[in-house]
């Protein structure tokens, strides 16, 4: 964001002229009420303004705002402020909400398809992009706003001044004290995908433990369906199946809907495999390219086959560093062992030398 205070300031100057912000002391702030009068400020939170009280960041000198929903474009940098820029209005640094409008009409343009983010910053923080957009511009930034919900841990709200949170990478090398085993980011992507995204979703051991067992049935059941014999009917619908995904998805991305399909499908390929049912080799072929386009590419899980192919190469790869580095201690060239040591290390490879040899760990 401090790369682009001339955009900044720019959006500023064009608010200014449009009417819908006032200079005060040094500071611009944006006419709420102003703007309202044109356009609906809310919208998207679902607010109306006179239900509405402050909420902005806590800044110096509110008493200069012309109402309590107004928000800083510019705010005059006291004497003790760090950041601090030169601007027509003079020495101060950009609003909160300010350096977001800036740089996704810099490289989107003035409007875009998407914008993500949680649910905590619907308001203020999207609703005050959106008025900035259309009081510089006149145009709304954004098509579809997705707002994610939050993500728990052992039913409580991660923290790291309580010690209840987790990183991902804690996540995938199992060093942690929330989980009995280290799990694949396939995994942690699957279990996600199990909760829609505008949902609480709650983290815990037996849940990616679930999520773990749920994937491998997955997996076990597309590179069985290749061994599946085609006969020369079918009793399973496959087209209506597949349309019953795309609406799981075109129904505001349900990805829970859209997994419940995934394994009526495999309930199916149990019975084919079993002689039970029947499929005929169109259908078969419709039904695996399919599953593999909603579990890979549209739902981004990846392939077991494809991580444990990629499990190997690293192994192969660092024990021959390890090889190498080996040969380097032997030969007293300590500036190259060291050398393959911190270079492991700083790509998140920590070498560990014992009795035994030397093992290592991935973080």
Not at 203 to 219: D, F, I, Q, T
Not at 314 to 340: H, M
Request: hydrophobic residues 35%.
């Amino acid at each position: 964001a401090t790369g682009h205070i001339i955009e900044q300031i720019e959006i500023i100057k064009e608010i200014l002229d449009r009417g819908y912000a006032y200079e005060i002391n040094g500071s611009v702030y944006f006419d709420v009420p102003k703007f309202n009068e044109t356009y609906y400020y809310g919208k998207l939170s679902g607010r109306k303004l006179e239900d509405m009280i402050s909420n902005t960041r806590e800044l110096t000198a509110q008493d200069d705002k012309r109402s309590p929903q107004d928000f800083a474009l510019w705010k005059k940098a006291e004497t003790q402020h760090i950041m601090r820029w030169p601007s027509p209005w003079g020495e101060g640094f950009p609003g909160w909400h300010l350096e977001c409008t800036a740089m996704s009409t810099k490289y989107l343009g003035e409007t875009f398809d998407i914008h993500g983010g949680g649910m905590d910053l619907k308001f203020p923080h999207h609703e005050c992009e959106i008025a900035q957009a259309e009081a510089s511009n006149g145009q709304a930034p954004v098509k579809y706003w997705l707002h994610t919900n939050m993500l728990t841990l052992n039913g409580k709200k991660m923290a790291k001044s309580t010690g209840n949170n987790i990183l991902p990478l804690e996540m995938f090398s199992g060093e942690n004290p929330f989980l009995s085993k280290a799990f694949s980011p396939a995994v942690i992507r699957f279990f996600m995908m199990q909760a829609h995204y505008t949902s609480i979703l709650d983290l815990s051991n037996e849940a990616l433990l679930a999520s773990e067992k749920g994937y491998n049935k997955l997996m076990e059941s597309l590179e069985s369906l290749d061994s599946v014999q085609a006969k020369s009917q079918s009793d399973f619908d496959v087209d209506s199946w597949k349309q019953q995904c795309y609406d799981a998805m075109n129904d505001d991305f349900n990805t829970p809907v859209l997994i419940a399909n995934l394994f009526e499908a495999v309930r199916h390929i149990n019975l084919f495999r079993e002689g039970k049912e029947r499929i005929t080799q169109k259908d078969k072929t419709t039904l695996k390219e399919a599953m593999e386009a909603f579990v890979f590419d549209i739902m981004g899980v990846e392939d077991r086959s494809s991580s444990d192919s990629n499990t190997e190469l690293i192994t192969g790869t660092v024990e021959l560093l390890i090889q190498l580095r080996n040969e380097a201690r032997t030969n007293k060239d300590f500036a190259t062992s060291d050398k393959i040591r911190d270079q492991l290390l700083a790509m998140g490879i920590q070498l560990k030398d014992g009795k035994e040899g030397t093992t290592f760990t991935v973080s």
